[in-house]
């Protein structure tokens, strides 16, 4: 407990330790904190901090059980490969018939296996100072990292959606997207403050329901502006509890409409989301 909360947890080991209590100089009076739902708080210096706060919290959780800080479940090595350097993207891929895989990155490599003993390469030479994001559509995996081309997945083939021919069909040119959601059958991609999504019917006289690859899904009309000139890039996209939102370094949006014209509309203002890595969802938030 000394190691998760450094303001209180020498004052708590003084207390619950009977040999160093015993030399408690004569007149001090120990406090026991028992209170910690103020959380982390690193805006303020510690001395001004509230008893139920503190300046440094690491691997906890405050709400599991009352008066309590529950440490996190750790993790196990899966396994191990000499293909790639650092691991920063993983992505557990289910299919219909239920075929499980588990695709991973170093952001140049992405590999792919379903017992982390033998690998497939699925893609090498994307931007090693970029990071992959992916989200599952249609029994397919979506890819992206900003800079390259998106790509998608299916366990057997990879298509490149750069607006080229593939398997006699043409793929959509999509936007390079930083960030990838899916959410009302489409497919959303945000990149500083621009967000694009797919169409779910054709231009024809008589429309017909096509899918986000398809090469007619991506129009210049189906885009907002998130915030534009507000001198901040869009560092998040997610949904939650049916909504989706985006993340900027100084403001939170919520996307409002059933179908187009779809609406932006700023819901947090001042605080914005440092990183799409540390967006959690707990208690449904």
């Given at each position: 407990m000394g190691s998760a909360i450094s303001r209180a947890g020498l004052i708590i080991l003084l207390v619950i330790s009977p040999s160093l209590a015993q030399n408690l100089p004569e007149g001090v009076?120990?406090?026991?904190?028992?209170?910690?739902?103020g959380g982390l708080n690193t805006s303020k210096p510690s001395h001004l901090l509230e008893d139920n706060e503190s300046p440094f919290m690491q691997n906890v959780l405050i709400d599991e059980k009352p008066n309590s800080l529950v440490t996190r479940n750790g993790f196990i090595e899966a396994g191990s490969t000499a293909t790639i350097g650092k691991i920063n993207f993983n992505f557990e891929y289910i299919n219909e018939a239920g075929v499980k895989?588990?695709?991973i990155s170093d952001s140049s490599i992405v590999l792919t296996t379903s017992d982390f003993s033998s690998y497939k390469l699925l893609r090498s030479g994307l931007n090693p100072q970029t990071k992959l994001n992916a989200v599952q559509v249609r029994d397919k995996v979506w890819l992206t990292n900003g800079v390259?081309?998106?790509?998608t997945y299916n366990l057997t083939t990879i298509t490149v959606l750069d607006g080229n021919t593939y398997n006699l069909g043409r793929t959509p040119n999509t936007p390079d997207g930083e960030f990838v959601e899916y959410w009302l059958d489409r497919v959303w991609l945000l990149k500083d403050s621009q967000l694009d999504w797919s169409a779910l019917t054709s231009t024809d006289t008589n429309p017909v329901a096509i899918t986000p690859d398809n090469e007619n899904a991506w129009r210049e009309v189906n885009r907002l502006?998130?915030?534009?000139g507000d001198g901040t890039k869009g560092t998040g996209l997610f949904v939650c509890n049916g909504q989706l939102f985006v993340g900027k370094e100084r403001s939170v949006y919520a996307i409002f409409g059933d179908?187009?014209?779809?609406?932006a509309k700023e819901i947090i203002k001042n605080d914005g989301i440092v990183s799409d890595d540390s967006i959690v969802y707990l208690d449904d938030f």
């Open positions: 009076n120990p406090k026991v904190y028992s209170d910690f739902t895989e588990f695709i390259d081309d998106v790509f502006f998130i915030g534009r179908r187009e014209p779809f609406l």
